[in-house]
């Protein structure tokens, strides 16, 4: 069961994306579709529709509690292999997890009011001291600005990521994947099992393969004339 303190902060991420497109839109709520978010299990096509999502801005989002519970989560015995590709030097892997992975938590701003911190996942990890920490709105905010390419990565980025990180935590990943393109909020999904996402994103482009095999002509006949 998905703790309590998850569920309102994915609320609260979800309401913000909503509100800052409904802005961007001036009022056209025609133009807020979160009506695709929801609990995804194993199997379910609907996850598929974040690689269908061409010149989408793909991420995936995980939460915690607070920010006393981030350095377990990097200890943990399940991330042994996520924790040597964040080591190596794949540069590409790297570059990617920086823009798509991110860390959510409970923190306070300056001046004591609450919000969610938002922070990459690489950063926290490699305890970067120019790791930049926004808040809900600011984070909100660069993520559907569709000019800002520091916040979300294209169908074929997202995909070879998930892949690498489901081979390398055995499943044990969970979280929220969102799709966002300017037009709005694509697809919005709870995972508890990144291997599943994983293989949701495999059969999406093996139907979108068929389907584009089946759209072109066929080849003319090659009959004899007389």
């Not at 996402?197 to 004339?225: D, F, H, T, V, Y």
Request: contains cysteine; glycine residues 8%.
């Amino acid at each position: 069961m998905r703790p309590t303190y998850e569920n309102v902060y994915i609320s609260s991420f979800i309401f913000s994306l909503g509100y800052l497109f409904r802005n961007a839109s001036k009022g056209d709520l025609a133009s807020v579709s979160i009506d695709l978010y929801q609990q995804v299990t194993s199997g379910e096509r609907l996850i598929g529709d974040l690689l269908t999502s061409i010149g989408g801005k793909n991420i995936i989002v995980e939460f915690k509690r607070d920010s006393s519970g981030i350095p377990g989560e990097f200890e943990k015995k399940s991330k042994k292999d996520l924790r040597k590709l964040l080591d190596a030097d794949d540069v590409e892997f790297q570059a990617i997890s920086k823009k798509c992975h991110f860390l959510s938590y409970a923190a306070r701003y300056d001046n004591g009011a609450s919000t969610l911190a938002f922070c990459p996942y690489i950063d926290l990890y490699k305890n970067n001291k120019d790791c930049v920490v926004l808040g809900n709105k600011d984070f909100s905010s660069k993520y559907v600005d569709s000019s800002n390419t520091q916040i979300g990565v294209n169908e074929s980025e997202f995909k070879y990521y998930i892949d690498k990180l489901a081979s390398s935590t055995g499943g044990t990943c969970g979280g929220m994947a969102i799709s966002i393109d300017k037009d709005g909020i694509k697809s919005m999904v709870v995972f508890d099992d990144i291997k599943e996402l994983s293989q949701s994103l495999n059969l999406a482009e093996q139907r979108a393969e068929k389907m584009i095999q089946s759209k072109e002509p066929s080849s003319p006949s090659m009959g004899m004339r007389r």
